[in-house]
């Protein structure tokens, strides 16, 4: 595989489950990031670790868990949501920090 | 504090026509601009990436600028088709923390 893959694409979940999203890129980058797009807002970044430390937290609730074990690799552990929290979830990577980005085809939350 | 827009918000054109997407930013301290395209419910492609000292990068039909005393780039697509049906997003890319902010997108619609 190449490029960055991401798992589930879509998942359907209630208020009180506990569920990962998975992110995995094939690039060799150094920065993983995770972004959420809600309807008729820009993207929001949520998230980005560099070299397997976290160098942004964009103000996200503790609901929200991120976990990067190594380079390759991005979760987004989801505890105690909000249907608000319903959105589509983009992993990217770049070789470096501001470097050029290059993004999964999402998941598809929904928060019932 | 940097904000991107993009104008127009969405934009209809029959087939064969140029176009152009505009870009726009406050601060022009940016590393790098990528602009990106989307597709409903998908994840982003990248199109072309303008690194902070170039002003402009072509690929096939598409030819992105940047100018950063004005604050502006701009997305030049040639003979567009229904393919190129989209929403149109641009990035920048700045600093040392992986700053990294979105525009609105334009959502281009090309009629056959």
């Known amino acids: 595989e190449t490029g960055v893959t991401q798992t589930p694409r879509h998942l359907v979940m209630g208020m009180t489950n506990k569920k990962s999203l998975k992110c995995e890129q094939h690039l060799g980058h150094n920065a993983m990031y995770w972004y959420k797009q809600s309807a008729k807002k820009p993207l929001e970044l949520m998230f980005v670790y560099s070299l397997e430390e976290r160098v942004e937290n964009n103000s996200v609730p503790s609901r929200f868990s991120p976990e990067c074990p190594n380079s390759s690799h991005l979760f987004l552990h989801l505890h105690t949501l909000q249907p608000e929290d319903s959105a589509l979830y983009l992993c990217?990577?770049?070789?470096?920090?501001?470097?050029?980005?290059?993004f999964g085809e999402g998941s598809r939350l929904t928060v019932l | 504090k940097q904000e991107v827009t993009q104008i127009p918000a969405a934009l209809s054109v029959p087939e064969g026509e140029n176009l152009v997407l505009n870009c726009s930013f406050t601060?022009?301290?940016?590393?790098?601009l990528q602009w990106f395209r989307q597709d409903p419910g998908k994840g982003l492609t990248s199109l072309l990436l303008i690194q902070s000292s170039q002003r402009e990068q072509t690929s096939g039909r598409l030819n992105a600028s940047l100018d950063k005393s004005s604050g502006r780039s701009t997305l030049y697509i040639a003979a567009s088709q229904p393919g190129d049906s989209a929403t149109y997003l641009c990035v920048l890319l700045g600093g040392s923390q992986g700053n990294l902010i979105f525009g609105k997108g334009t959502k281009l619609s090309v009629k056959p």
């Open positions: 601060d022009s301290a940016i590393y790098n």
């Open positions: 990217a990577s770049s070789q470096e920090l501001s470097g050029e980005l290059f």
